[in-house]
């Protein structure tokens, strides 16, 4: 079953997945793509899905059902045992299915302890993150990662980055369905983008790509001081090819 979200992302065990409203026209397996791709992001390296799931599995809970079981084999449980016993009991109950009603705070050592710990020792078993700040993180990791020799500041959702021109590069991520015919995230978000317009600047308005935003578009407006400026629109894509690379 699959349930229309504005605010959340992801899935709940037995009940299928809660897709943001934004991604409905999309085909499942982009949907799938979206939420790895920024899951990937979110997360340490040994916690991360390879892409390649969403091309033989059938719903975000098989495919980190997959990925459990993956890791479970490259197990020495014994191993597990003298080194992290929380890992030990985490990996137990998972097997035996006694995880209900079971919250654990410590950390487990081993990442699949961690992994089934994420998803099943909670009050509502799954994983399901707010779409907006999964966005918001996808969007300044993929940046970061681009632009490692240069400082980064990111303050109230905006990130900030000096190029070498000595412009000041704004990045500002919008989760919102890109409509000016109606009032809405996106307007909001516009108006904020233009009274943060100064000299010296371009800023970058960055939305998930969609039906009605498919290319970066440039928007011209006034600042807060009533100078014309513009606002580059710009849509945020998971390409197909990146699943090769996994």
Do not use: W
Not at 1 to 12: A, H, I, R
């Amino acid at each position: 079953m699959v349930v229309l979200s504005n605010m959340n992302f992801g899935f709940l065990i037995g009940r299928g997945e809660l897709i943001p409203e934004i991604f409905s026209c999309l085909d499942k397996k982009d949907i799938f793509l979206y939420f790895l791709t920024q899951f990937n992001a979110y997360v340490q390296k040994e916690l991360t899905v390879p892409l390649q799931y969403v091309l033989n599995l059938n719903s975000l809970e098989e495919i980190f059902e997959a990925k459990i079981q993956i890791l479970l084999n490259n197990l020495d449980i014994n191993h597990i045992k003298k080194i992290c016993p929380l890992s030990a009991e985490i990996i137990h109950n998972y097997k035996n299915k006694s995880f209900k009603d079971k919250i654990i705070l410590d950390i487990p050592y081993f990442s699949v302890a961690k992994l089934i710990k994420m998803i099943y020792f909670k009050e509502t078993p799954g994983l399901v993150f707010n779409s907006k700040d999964f966005f918001i993180n996808y969007v300044f990791s993929k940046i970061q990662k681009m632009h490692k020799d240069k400082e980064v500041i990111v303050e109230e959702n905006v990130l900030y980055l000096t190029k070498n021109d000595g412009k000041v590069l704004c990045v500002m991520p919008s989760f919102s369905e890109f409509n000016r015919e109606k009032e809405g995230t996106f307007d909001r978000d516009l108006r904020k983008a233009f009274n943060m317009c100064k000299e010296n600047m371009d800023i970058y308005l960055v939305l998930p790509r969609q039906k009605k935003l498919c290319r970066h578009i440039e928007i011209k407006g006034c600042n807060s001081s009533g100078k014309e400026k513009s606002i580059k629109v710009v849509p945020y894509s998971i390409n197909n090819k990146i699943i090769k690379k996994g």
